[in-house]
């Protein structure tokens, strides 16, 4: 069992200082900043609907014999997600068929084309880091005579599916304490509150902290729980697989930054086709350690190439950015061609650039126009996108990272529903960069680095000094930088 209390963690991660003075300017209202820091360990339970209903599911395909598909997404998160399912539910006894779309080429959604081969009557429909928008493919799926059960994180927009159960935060408010959790914690919650004996297993938690990294969702409270658990693994525990991603983690566990993970390991893996992500699932599960590492290095050498590609992408993005859209506060850019598995990090790296919400266009293989969408906060992603479902065959997300598939093929139609609703939709274009507090002269790094892990939500200190802004860095060794980033 692992010992959670925040007395646990190192001692040169105990927050007093000038650390414990900032995390009272960041938690103005809290009796006690330092819990908001690191939280006591969650009571799961108390922060997801439904999960009554998803036991009595479990139960009732148990009962029936029934098999579970468990439906993912095509991101770290979703297949960290599935492996968390699967690991959970095979050894619980169930019969678990995995289904991971392809985004390249399908749409966002649950997709009847992928189902019918695995889903059969009275089998049970588990979706995770998915679903929470897919009208159809739940009523498919029902009709069908299957059950279902959503998992997702997602920002809820009626009309919701009709499942019979909807495991989702958001269900109870955009502020409710679960909200942060990335689709992986959902499902790990989920099945934790029902078995947990699992709350403490340390592939899991190493599968949850590589997702909810990954995924860009704030680094404050319940992941900041789960981060610290996964703080405390036991590499000999993990899978090969887990371990070789677990030994790329920048840092000694507690300093670092969700920039520096993402760097280490998600642009490792990569997105698309062709990428590290098609053969992730069986590498998480991988006891092979020469085999894996192997494939850790190739995958490596891919992301050097696509990291090429990528800048190119950037240089010529930045050319064909949309004036007009640029005048409402707003990055759009309809790109030629974009290799499968770029948009969403090509749309991260302009709105990175601009500070700035950005949607990059590109048409499918199929010919249908696809939009991955981007933003450091002030633009809520889901919600614009959402706001125009009638004009899109599915979109979805969440406030800093969405995409949609246009109903039309037209890219200037397309162009024209984008900016007629910019105007609409309030935003503050350029976000100020944060200033904890104003010192006199800067202090030693190391009283800072307490605070660490940084990232979304939660970014590294900064500090005003002779009316200059400088940002804690934290990659190597710790030390200022005068700089308007963000530094998430």
Not at 1 to 10: C, F, G, K, R, T
Not at 44 to 54: A, E, I
Not at 379 to 394: P, R
């Amino acid at each position: 069992m692992l010992n959670y209390q925040i007395a646990a963690v190192p001692r040169r991660n105990r927050v007093r200082g000038l650390a414990m003075e900032l995390l009272r300017q960041r938690f103005p209202d809290s009796p006690d900043p330092r819990r908001e820091w690191l939280p006591p360990k969650p009571d799961w339970k108390t922060g997801l609907p439904d999960l009554d209903v998803l036991e009595e599911e479990l139960e009732r395909v148990r009962e029936r014999r029934g098999k579970i598909v468990l439906y993912g997404h095509d991101d770290m998160d979703g297949i960290t997600g599935l492996f968390v399912g699967l690991r959970v539910l095979r050894r619980e006894g169930f019969h678990v068929v995995p289904i991971l779309p392809r985004r390249e080429f399908e749409d966002y959604g649950l997709l009847p084309e992928r189902m019918a081969p695995h889903l059969s009557r009275g089998d049970l429909l588990l979706t995770v880091d998915y679903g929470c928008s897919a009208v159809k493919g739940v009523r498919w799926a029902r009709d069908a005579g299957a059950r279902v059960v959503i998992t997702d994180h997602h920002t809820l927009n009626p009309p919701l599916p009709d499942a019979h159960g909807l495991v989702d935060p958001q269900v109870y408010g955009a502020s409710a304490t679960a909200t942060v959790l990335a689709g992986c914690g959902v499902l790990y919650a989920a099945l934790c509150s029902i078995w947990p004996k699992w709350e403490d297993d340390d592939q899991l938690l190493a599968a949850v902290a590589l997702g909810t990294v990954s995924d860009r969702v704030p680094l404050l409270g319940w992941n900041r729980a789960l981060l610290h658990m996964a703080g405390q693994i036991r590499r000999q525990a993990l899978t090969a697989g887990l371990r070789v991603m677990m030994d790329a983690w920048p840092g000694d566990g507690y300093v670092w930054s969700g920039g520096m993970v993402r760097h280490a390991i998600t642009s490792t893996v990569g997105k698309g086709n062709g990428s590290g992500i098609d053969q992730m699932l069986d590498f998480m599960f991988s006891q092979d350690e020469p085999s894996c590492r192997k494939a850790w290095i190739e995958m490596r050498q891919h992301s050097d190439q696509r990291a090429h590609v990528l800048s190119s992408l950037v240089k010529d993005a930045m050319k064909r950015k949309d004036d007009q859209a640029d005048a409402y506060g707003m990055i759009l850019v309809k790109m030629p061609e974009i290799p499968s598995g770029m948009g969403g990090t090509l749309a991260s790296k302009l709105s990175k650039i601009y500070r700035r919400g950005a949607i990059v266009v590109s048409r499918r293989e199929d010919g249908a126009l696809v939009g991955e969408a981007r933003s450091p906060g002030d633009w809520n992603m889901a919600g614009f996108l959402v706001s125009l479902k009638e004009h899109f065959t599915s979109a979805g997300g969440h406030v800093k990272a969405a995409g949609f598939t246009y109903a039309g093929t037209s890219w200037e139609e397309l162009r024209d529903v984008l900016i007629s609703h910019m105007p609409e939709y309030p935003t503050s274009p350029v976000p100020r960069p944060h200033v904890d507090m104003e010192l006199p002269s800067q202090p030693d790094p190391s009283e800072f680095v307490c605070l660490a892990p940084f990232g979304p939500d939660f970014p590294p200190p900064a500090l005003k000094i002779d009316g200059m802004r400088h940002l804690l860095n934290v990659s190597g060794e710790p030390g200022w930088c005068i700089t308007e980033d963000s530094g998430e």
